[in-house]
Structures are given as C-alpha cells and as structure tokens.
C-alpha cells in the first residue's frame, strides 16, 4: 500500500517507572487461591479434593468444555478449601484455595515436553495452562489450533510485545531478563507448526519507548532470518490486537473474524516465553511478573509471584502510601477494579495498581457537548458520540441498525473515548454494552430466521 | 483499608473537562475584550459586565426554576454572554444587552434541553434577533478612544466614521479607497461591533485555542480563506480580499463562532465543510445582499444544516461492515 492511513491514537503518560526494576521473588505466600476462571471459555473443574497434599505445577483442575485451560498448584501444602467465588458476571466460579507448606516442592512427575508433530505440540502447550498473558486470557494452544483451517494460510506471526498501557513492565523486563526463553518459544512454535507456518514471517512488534528491549530482542534474534523485530510507535492503543495488525502488516481486522482470516495470528510475548518455558523444563504456568505500581504505592516493583497470591500481600512488599482508594487488576485503561486487596492475582494479571482517594474517584458525567473528540481519537474511527443516542433507541430493529451504523462492532475496548471525554462519560461502558446486545440481537434474529424456515 | 472504589475502565482520563474548554475560550477571548474597552471607551466594559453576568443569572435561575441539574459551574455561560458582548456595537442600551442573553441562555439554549442540546449558537441566535429587533446594534459606532491612540500613527485612521469599513468595501473596489488599510484594520480602531474590530486581538485568541488543543487550526482558516478566494476570484485584487476578510465580524466569527462544538459538525472533515458553507454564504450576503455583514447570518444558516453535514461527512469505520 502506496498510502496508508495512520491510525487514530492517543498519548497516554507512560508512568512506567518499573522498568528498570529487576522482579523479585516474593516469600512464598501463606495460602493461594486460584479461581477456575483464569481463562477465556469454559471454567476448568477441580481434580483434587479437600484434604489432598498438592505439589508445584502438580494439574489439580482440568480442562472443561470447547477450549478451556488446565490449572496447576502453585505451591506446595494442602487443599483447605473448594469453594464458589463470586465474579463479575454474576454467575461466579469454583475456586481452589491451598495452605503453603513453605517448601515451595515441585511435583516430580514434570519433565521436558516432547513433540514430533503439530498434534502433540498443541498437546503440549495445553497442558501447559498458557493462555494469553496480555489480558484476554485466550488459551494459546485454541489460538495455535485456529492456524489449522483449510481455508487460509498464515503468513506473519505477530509477536505482542507493545505493552502500550502505562505503568505495566512485566512484558518488557521478560524480554530484557529472558530473551533465550522468547527465542525459544518463537523456535518451538515454528517446530511445533511447520506445516503451517513453513514461510511465516515472526514480527516480534515493541514500542519505541523500549529501546533496551528492541536492542536485546535484536541481539537475540540476529540468526533467525524468519524473525523480524519491528519497531512501532508509542501511542495507546498499539497492542490492541486489531491496531497492531494494522500497523505492523497493514491489514484491517474486521469484528466477528479470528485472526487467521487475516492470514495472521498474534501472540503475547510473555505467553511465548512461559510456553518455552514448560517445553524445556515441563514446569506449567505457576507464576507471572507481577509491576506493582500506581499513586499509592510506595516503592513501585516487578514481583514475580505464584498465581493466586492475595493482592494484599504484593501491597505488603511495596507498601502503600496514604488511604488507598481503588486498586485496579491490569493497566489503568483497561483493567478491572477490584472490590477487595484478599482477592488473588490471576494468569492475566500483568500488573496491581493502586491508586489514592484522589485519584480513585472519577468525576462525574455531565452533558456531551458534541466535541467530537471521542470519534477523533478512536484507533478504528467509531462515530462513538452517537452510540449513546443509538442505544437508547426503544425500538429494536432501529436501534440495531442506528448501533451497526456507528460502527461500534469493531470496537477494540481500548477505552481512549473515555479517557478524552471532557464530559466524563462512560463511553467505553456504552460501548460494551451496545457491542453484547448487538451480538444477542443477531443471535436472536437468526433464531427468528431459523424457526420460519 | 476502608472501602474500594469501583468503577469501569479506564481509571485515568486526560484531565480536560467541560469546564477547561469553557475557561480556554473565555482566556483566548480576553485580549478582543480588552481592545473594545481600549477602542471604545468603558461602554463597551459595560456592556460586557452587563451580558456576562446577565447569561449566568439567567442560566442559574433557568436551572433553578427547571430543576435542573446546576451547570453554572462548566462556564458555557460566561461564554454565551462574552461572546454576544463582543458581536455588539456601543449603539446599544444596556437593557438590551440583558434581553439578548436571556433570551440566548433561556431560548435557544435552556428550552433545548441545555448544554450540548442546542441546535443554533445562542450567542448568534441572539445577536441576529437583535439585529432585527433594534437595528442600531448592527451599525458600527464610531470609537471613543480609552486614550488617545495618535501614538499609533498611521495605524489608526483619521477620521474617526462611524461607518463600518465594510459599507466602504462592499461598495467595490474602487470605493474600497476610503476604507481604512490593512494595517489599520490589524490594529482596529475603526466603527464596527466592540470586539470584532481587533484582528490582531482576535488571532492571538486563535493562535491560544490551537496551541490548547481546543480548536483544530483549520476548521476557522477553511472559513476565512473560502471567503477570502471567493473575493479574489471575483475581483483579482489581493488587497481587497485580505480587507474584506480583515473587516467585519468575519475573524471574531470564524474563530469562536463557527468552532462551538455543540453546533457543528462532531467530525473535522463536517467542520471544515460547515465552514467552507458559511465562508459561501458570508460572501454571498456581503456581495449581493441587504446587509453589509453576512457572518452571524451565514453561522445561524450551517447550524441549522449541522446534522445532515455531519451525517454526509461520517467517517468510515476501519473495516466496518455495512
């Protein structure tokens, strides 16, 4: 493409003052508790009963429906408790919460994993429990297996290294402290999926502000003619996945389509590096760089915690300052508040941030005054000022037409509409919203179309 | 630890708000106010005081009485009144002035449903319904110094008319002789509107918009540069087409007039084409029309197209399906 059309985005303040911190292995935590739901798809079931000693990395849920992810003891002691955590939809999960022994003992069943084909490599990598460590949690062996269609080949492996939102490291200080387990895991996969990824390209894609990342991928990459480091620019949302397909290969992501359709597919960064991790030494996801950061943290850190550490514990290590208001569970925007410090860190939680009173309480919307500036920054140009109004339609039909006339399906939730608001509103709540009710919608006029038949 | 807050992401925001917006405008207009008291005397501080604080009283008890939710607070309304103050001349009674900002505040703004509901600038909607209703707010007076200017020289004009430059103007370019030049246009101390007639004021409240973000730099030089080819086109002469885009009220509309958010298109392409459509209609009125000046007139008429411009100038979802 001669001309391409830069993508709308914003300048966030990078506030990543983390990134020269080395994580730390914190004390082994007391107890653990791990929710069945760390994952996209159906919540894995426990194996394991009450009473039972478990042992690190020993599988103590396994998988449960279409794609799902196992789950693997974090630390070593005893299953006190199986019990149903409330979440956020609503219709809670189970959960497994296991007493530390303090001696932190590795099951001694692990060892190496082992493929010759793509079968046994998308085996491999399921029962490693690796899912995507950006924040959607999409098991990665389900994203590997979407390669294995008849109809599209892939051609470019993005790798997501971009780690756009402010203050998270944790990807960032993975490629500076392990770039042997990146380069591995892009080897692996290209093993693991040579039939289908024989002339791929691997686009390991950073953002400028990390130059000592770029510089330690390229030195780790320079014998790898397949591996390509791409270096993009600092802007909010890069590594949303439609935006970096975009600015890395130029082509357009379209809602309702997996990425293969794309001739692509994208991987987390870190997601790669804990896959290499169990191939070589079969130790599963059991625990994550956690940056631990934000106006109300004292020394902010990268922790490298067992899943299922309480978020208090992490706040111990870097202690707070002042009443902390809102501690958020990812970046600041797009993570999720959280209701309490006991709750645990997840697979997908790449950062804990707390923020003071001050800071925690938004103000509150007033009216819009048709600025224009959520439209304007909107990386995928969604007319997001007439959501609201669409969605307020009180007949169905129009209101479905007026939504996909805005454009919201292609939504990438990347929360730059709220952000710029000078109004306040909760333009990335809207949207939501409007995205699930038009997929009910759909959903339900196909039923219609089905029962007429 | 006391209670957690909750709430959607994202958790930080940008730090603009309704009410900075307001403030900016308010700033980036404070150096056109102080050049019409300079230009015309305390009258026209007068009438400023009289049609700010006449907006916010009647913005307060229009809340008040509607039982509304308070919005003094997001300045709008210090805008709607400076702004009406500006588009006067010192002709006016300051009785007037209070009719006109209720009657923007309370009219076209509050019985709209408020902020952001509005259909055409209240500030507009109001001058032009006094340009109906007592035509001397149009006339330019003649300025009343604050002090003596001579130290200006040749930037100010001799005699001081009451005319406005454009009734030289708009007569032709051969008439155009007796207008006052481009230098005393800059400095604007001729008859005319109390703050319209400073371009040099007016821009550096332009150049204070852009550089806050409020404004994009081309939606108000696509008005003025439409209006200023136009003339150029018509009449082949430079000078003429850069008086004609320095007299009247043209800079003071293009700039804060034309750039209301709530009034025109949401997409910058659409304000562009708003302006493009107002720079027309302005050359339009000025050259064939009754009136000598076309601005607010041309405003009012794209506000009333802002939803079709804005639907025509949508921009397409990256990889939207339709």
Known sequence: MIFKKNISSLHVPHNKHTAGCVPVKIDTPKEVI?????????????????????????????????????????????????????????????????????????????????????????????????????????????????????????????????????????????????????????????????????????KICIEKNKPDAIEAMKEAFKNHDY???????????????????????????????????????????????????????????????????GPAIKTPMNLIAPIGTKISELLKITGTKGEIGKVVVGGPMNGNAICSVDDPIVKV????????????????????????????????????????????????????????????????DCGCCSYVCPAHRPLLAINQDAKWWLKQYAKAQQEKEGGNK | MSKLHISAAPHINSGVSTHNIMLDVVIAMIPASIMSVVLFGLKALWIILTCVASAVLSEFLFNLIAKKKQTVGDCSAIVTGLLLALNLSTNVELWQCVFGSVFAIVVVKGFFGGIGKNIVNPAIAARVLMLLTFASVAGGAAITPLFDLSFLGDAVPEIAAGATPLSHLNAGVEAAAEAPTLLQLLVGAHGG??????????????VYLVARKVIKWYVPVSFIATVFVCYLVMNGDVTYALAQILAGGL???????????VTTPTGNLGRVVFCIGAGLLTFAIRQFGQYPEGVSIAILAMNLLTPFIADWTKKKTLGGIK
């Open chain 2, 193 to 206: 509107a109390i703050g319209e007639t400073c371009a040099i004021a007016l821009i550096i409240g332009f």
């Open chain 1, 227 to 293: 591996v390509e480091i791409q270096e993009l620019k600092t802007i909010y949302p890069q590594g949303a996945k439609q935006v970096m397909l975009y600015n890395a290969t130029g082509r357009v992501a379209i809602a309702g389509k997996r990425f293969p359709y794309f001739h692509a597919i994208i991987i987390n960064v870190s997601s790669i590096a804990k896959m290499a991790e169990y191939l070589m030494t079969g130790m599963p996801l059991v625990e994550r760089i956690v940056t631990v950061d």
């Open chain 1, 34 to 202: 791990l929710p069945m739901n760390m994952h996209m798809g159906g919540h894995a079931e426990p194996i394991v009963n009450v009473g039972d000693h478990v042992r690190v990395g020993q599988l103590i849920a396994r998988e449960e429906g279409r794609f799902s992810s196992p789950v693997h003891a974090t630390v070593s002691g005893t299953v006190v408790e199986i019990f149903t955590m409330p979440t956020a939809d609503g219709k809670g999960t189970k959960a497994i919460r296991i007493e530390s022994d303090g001696l932190m003992e590795k099951d001694e069943n692990l060892k190496p994993a082992s493929f010759t084909n793509a079968d046994e490599f998308l085996q491999a990598v399921r029962e490693s429990g690796v899912v995507g460590l950006g924040g959607a949690a999409f098991p990665t062996w389900a994203k590997f297996n979407e390669m294995r269609n008849e109809e599209y080949t892939v051609d470019t492996v993005l790798v997501n290294a971009a780690e756009c939102e402010p203050y998270i490291t944790s990807d960032h200080r993975m490629m500076i402290d392990h770039p042997e387990l990146i380069v591995k895991g892009v080897e692996y996969l290209r093993e693991g999926m040579i039939e289908y990824l024989k002339n791929a390209k691997f």
């Open chain 2, 251 to 261: 800079m003071l509309g293009a700039i804060f007039m034309a750039t209301d958010y």
């Open chain 1, 349 to 412: 939680s790449n950062a804990v941030l707390a923020f003071d009173e001050k800071s925690a309480v938004l103000p509150e919307p007033t009216e819009c005054i048709r600025c224009g500036k959520c439209a304007d920054k909107c990386p995928v140009g969604i007319d997001v000022c007439s959501v609201d109004f669409a969605y307020n339609q009180k007949n169905e039909d129009k209101r479905a037409k007026l939504l996909i006339d805005t454009g919201v399906r292609q939504c990438v």
